[in-house]
């Protein structure tokens, strides 16, 4: 497990943070590629399927450094 | 010779700025810039003040003033009122809620939900400034819960004492803020408010009586101005909410002001139906009854004013007010036909609400000689569906960050509360635009973040005195109070003049700690993320949802208005049609509005309609074509309607109410022309 404080410009901030903005970056790329082939298109609530993936993505980030 | 050479005495030349250009710029930049000093100005006075007193958080009185400051002063005075009645409903309940949940952590967060969802209700329903003071309720109980709750929830029982202590620094902010801009400002709205109302008298009146100059598809071509009318009457509300704020002595005027409104939109379905009728008439009748009732019109009031005469109007309303009187007397023209009859009343009732409306105008002129209204507003919700789904949200969204932090026992984790129902209460009115003002709201709390961390670890250290911490402040309070008076990203610089000094937290004693303001920063950012979150996950109904569902509430409303007793006056109807004509969303088709003040005209002719018909004995006949009418069937209404003109046309034509049957006549003329005109609209089917 390897859940230190991260130092960001002289001050420490939780982990957590740099693995959400890390989760973030990877959404992005993500809703690229669905916008890509329009898959938003087929889902019932594409702003609730979005945040779903983001939880999804960021579990495996926390899931991985934790292993 | 070579190229070289020749292009040297070019390149020498020197460019001058154009200074007509740049003085220009400064000029039209001065105002915004004016307002930036303004701002700053409130909020180191009230700073000063709270410091004076020694006050516990005097940060609270500094942001106050800041959140207060608006671009014009009526907004601002208003807006500070409100936001004092705001904080204490909010202190107030906060206390009451402790109280209520002693030692009871789940109790608590769940009233302090509720509580965030109903005031998102209220922010709602109520519009402008009360809207304001709603929400503030809301998030001044979750400022005071933020401070009294513990590391994971469960109030510390110091509720009330906070509860003062925060509502005394909020209202210094208030009347800090008060006073600079009274002192500073004179304010404009009032003058604004008299042309725009004056403006639109004339045009309406001058455009009304320039439809009996059309015939044939001119008429139609004059539909267009009049749904344009419609979206600029329901943008009056604002400015009469900010020449209320300017000026005490309108205060007590409040109802005679709000009836302007509703005189401008009786004199627009008035100027509806003479337009319809005339364009249903073969033309050389329509011009030899336009001409009749034109002549019955005061020269004043015959032409479309240019800008300056409107104007006049705005300087004198008593005149033309007196030549609207005049007018009125074409309810005592002599017709002989209904179709007559018909032109002569809608034209009357226009002018009596342009009168209506000049009231407020002479109002504003000279408060002295205002006339009273004899009418009392009644207050009417346009559509319920808004309201729950914005209180859902609020509740919902708070309830999830009460329960991130008790999770994960985050520290700054109710302050995120805090500013997540300040998010998801006060930017709910906004509908459609909640989520990218929710948006822009954030980015400005990030970037305030990154200022407030430079002035506070790279400035304040080398400060010892409050005229240098001032100056200090001032580096970012006055352009971002600058940029914030200007149209573009509103939202992202209101963030910034309102949190940054929270942010900056500044205190007699200042405290140089890196992490707790990272926590901070962090809390306030995530907690408006939480809000916007929200607003996608849960979003407003769409403006054309909207504007489906208060179409279809209008016509069930004016369905029931076939059965149930008779209504003595037309006025419940017309406040409720003019609260839904209010209501409309910006984006609302023109014929959607068109549609709506047909439904205000088919009302308002049942209403009538039934009175006479019982006096008549002709209820029978009438019911049935209301039934029809019910039932979305509009060709048999016709039918049956056009039964009941010949009915009251079979009847004496001298003696005891003759009068008010060639009226009845008129009015079923003018029903059954909206009915045709909107046939697709009265039948639908769904809203019975």
Known sequence: MNFTEVELFGVYVAPISLMMAIAWLLLIAFRRVADHFTLLRHVWHPALFVFAAYIIILSSIVLVVAR | MNGTKLRAPEQAQTYWPDTARLARGLRSAAPALLFGLRLWGAVCLALYISFWLELDNAYWAGASAAIVCQPSLGASLRKGWFRMVGTAIGAVAIVVLTACFPQDRIGFLLGLALWGAACGLLATLLRNFAAYSAALAGYTAAIIASDELGAVGGANGGAFMLAITRASEICIGIVCAGAVLAGTDFGGARRRLAVQLATLSAEITGRLAGTFSLVGPDLSEARSVRRDLVRRVIALDPVIEE??????????????????????????????????????????????????????????????PAQGEATDWAVDPLSVRQAGALAVALTALPARTPSLRLLADQTAEALIGIRRALNGLLLLADPARAIRSSRAARFHVPDLLPLLVNSGRAFVTIVAVELFWIMTEWPSGATAITFAAVGVILFSPKADQAYTTTMSFMVGTGLTAAFAAIVKFAVLPDVTTFAGFSLAIGLVLVPAGALMAQPWQTAMFTAMTANFVPLLAPANQMSYDTQQFYNAALAIVAGVGAAALAFRLLPPLSPALRTRRLLALTLRDLRRLTTGPIARTANDWEGRVYSRLSALPEQAEPLQRAQLMAALLVGTEIIRLRRVAHRFDQDAELDAALDAVAKGDNSAATERLARLDKRLAALRHTGPGARVRLRARGSILAMSEALAQHAAYFDTVAAR
């Open chain 2, 243 to 304: 020449a209320i704020g300017e000026s005490s002595d309108l205060r007590s005027h409040s109802p005679e002001l709000q009836a302007t409104m509703g005189g401008l939109f009786a004199a627009l379905s008035g100027w509806r139906s003479v337009a319809v009728h005339l364009e249903w008439l073969q033309s050389d009748l329509a011009r030899r009854q336009a001409d009749i009732v034109l002549e019955n019109i005061p020269p004043k009031l015959r032409s479309v």
